[in-house]
């Protein structure tokens, strides 16, 4: 279980994005993937190309996906951070969006129906724009209390069976609480770390974009498949 400290994730608000942007056009037969998240997301403490989007974009290049990636990842953003920005990420017309908010929602102590709901918009909001959707599930530490973080655990498999998302099941599996695979924080991975993260992503993304774009790859015996 990921060992999270509150008062390393706190940062202040994200600034707001632009309140209009256009769309860079995408060469024929390239899929945008936009990734919604927080310092996980945007790699916290390692360069950029480091963190786990990037090392995705790269993957999934080498195996033939003609792909483009956004990281919007923000550290210390929250569910409803995510909901405000939303609206200038769609405004880029990605294909895909990856969802991996929610974290920092209960480290700050946010009711869980307020993080579902919230989850719950950004989803809706992203598929009315015609984006595919995937949404990355995050645990918190029992220390939190049972009763809390069951609660939120529970929130992601229930937007994802609700809105008919795919899901994976734990962004940090293998990941959080693993010493060697985070840095001094405790809390964010290192390289080694968002490596290990991006495998756990990997086969779902690549499953959504076969969905997105009739160009993708077709999936090889025994490999892309969620696990």
């Known amino acids: 279980m990921l060992l999270l400290i509150p008062a390393l994730l706190r940062a202040a608000a994200p600034p707001a994005p632009p309140s209009a942007a256009a769309a860079t056009p995408l060469p024929a037969g390239q899929t945008l993937v936009a990734f919604l998240g927080d310092s996980l997301t945007a790699g916290l403490g390692l360069p950029a190309d480091q963190a786990f989007p990037s090392l995705l974009a790269r993957e999934l290049a080498a195996d033939g996906f003609a792909v483009r990636v956004i990281n919007a990842g923000v550290s210390g953003d929250t569910t409803a951070g995510g909901l405000r920005r939303l609206r200038?990420?769609?405004?880029?017309?990605?294909?895909?969006?990856?969802?991996?908010?929610?974290?920092?929602?209960?480290?700050?102590?946010?009711?869980?129906?307020?993080?579902?709901?919230?989850?719950?918009?950004?989803?809706?909001?992203?598929?009315?724009?015609?984006?595919?959707?995937?949404?990355?599930?995050?645990?918190?530490?029992?220390?939190?209390?049972?009763?809390?973080?069951?609660?939120?655990?529970?929130?992601?498999?229930?937007?994802?069976?609700?809105?008919?998302?795919?899901?994976?099941?734990?962004?940090?599996?293998?990941?959080?609480?693993?010493?060697?695979?985070?840095?001094?924080?405790?809390?964010?991975?290192?390289?080694?770390?968002?490596?290990?993260?991006?495998?756990?992503?990997?086969?779902?993304?690549?499953?959504?974009?076969?969905q997105a774009s009739p160009s993708a790859p077709a999936a090889r015996a025994g490999a892309g498949r969620p696990r």
């Open 88 to 210: 200038w990420l769609l405004a880029q017309r990605p294909a895909v969006m990856v969802i991996g908010l929610g974290g920092n929602d209960a480290m700050r102590g946010q009711p869980v129906g307020e993080i579902e709901r919230n989850l719950r918009a950004i989803v809706v909001q992203s598929r009315q724009a015609g984006a595919k959707v995937l949404l990355l599930g995050m645990q918190i530490p029992s220390n939190y209390g049972p009763d809390y973080t069951g609660a939120f655990a529970a929130i992601y498999p229930r937007v994802a069976r609700d809105l008919h998302v795919p899901l994976v099941p734990f962004l940090l599996a293998g990941v959080g609480g693993i010493a060697a695979l985070n840095q001094a924080d405790g809390i964010h991975p290192t390289a080694a770390g968002q490596q290990k993260v991006a495998a756990n992503v990997r086969p779902f993304l690549e499953q959504v974009l076969r």
